[in-house]
């Protein structure tokens, strides 16, 4: 079970929800199942409108950490994702802080979720 937290302009206070880890669910998936607007088009790791911030909490290594090659080129080509954070996310483990709703897969870890509300922007 994990704890996702969603913090957001178009929400009036942080909304905690508990997500079903190991079913294969995008981040922006339980945003829908909860009514939680986050702006999204293509769904399919292409267009960064569901650029999220996405924060670790806990003292556990994060796991969340695979992007797919999508979320990889998108967030790249919208300036979120440095080659140095790509090295990180693949060497270290460490996911980056930009990520993508939409291609993000929910896993058994606390995260706080941050949102503008706006397309494409975190
Ligand atoms: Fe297009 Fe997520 S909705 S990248």
């Keep these: 079970m994990a704890n996702v937290t969603f913090s957001g ?3 009036s206070k942080n909304i905690t929800v508990y997500a079903v880890a190991g079913d294969n669910g995008t981040l922006l998936a339980v945003a829908k199942a909860n009514n939680i607007v986050i702006p999204f088009q293509c769904q ?3 267009c960064g409108s569901c650029l999220i911030k996405v924060t670790h909490l806990g003292d556990n290594a994060p796991k969340a950490i695979h992007l ?3 979320e990889k080129l998108t967030l790249s080509v919208n300036g979120k994702l440095s080659k140095e954070l790509l090295a990180k996310t693949e060497v270290e483990d460490m996911p980056p802080p930009f990520r993508l709703a939409c291609q993000y897969i929910v896993r058994d870890e606390d995260i ?3 949102f503008s509300g706006e397309a494409g922007v975190e």
Excluded: A, I, S, Y
């Design 68 to 70: 797919t090659d999508k």
């Design 9 to 11: 302009p178009t929400l």
């Design 44 to 46: 399919d790791g292409e």
């Design 112 to 114: 706080l979720v941050e």
